[in-house]
């Protein structure tokens, strides 16, 4: 499978990656700009494109997306 391909993506991973891409293009990015950062962003999330087969892969770690609103400093402790 050449390099680029989407196709070892779920349907879900690339429906995840089509509304990234369009909120990036909706802050101004190019198209080919915002589908790097869609698939990249996916790709953080998921390690990648999923493989077929029973107990392939890892299960999924959303900490990057979790942890928003989490970091901070002073401002989140005193709330």
Do not use: C, F, L, W
Request: net charge positive.
């Amino acid at each position: 499978m050449p390099r680029g391909s989407k196709a070892s993506y779920t349907s879900k991973q690339k429906r995840q990656a089509r509304h990234i891409e369009d909120s990036a293009k909706k802050r101004g990015m190019s198209s080919k700009r915002a589908a790097q950062i869609a698939y990249a962003t996916v790709n953080k999330q998921d390690g990648g494109g999923k493989k077929s087969g029973s107990g392939r892969g890892k299960t999924r770690s959303t900490a990057s997306s979790r942890k928003g609103g989490r970091k901070g400093g002073r401002a989140r402790k005193s709330r």
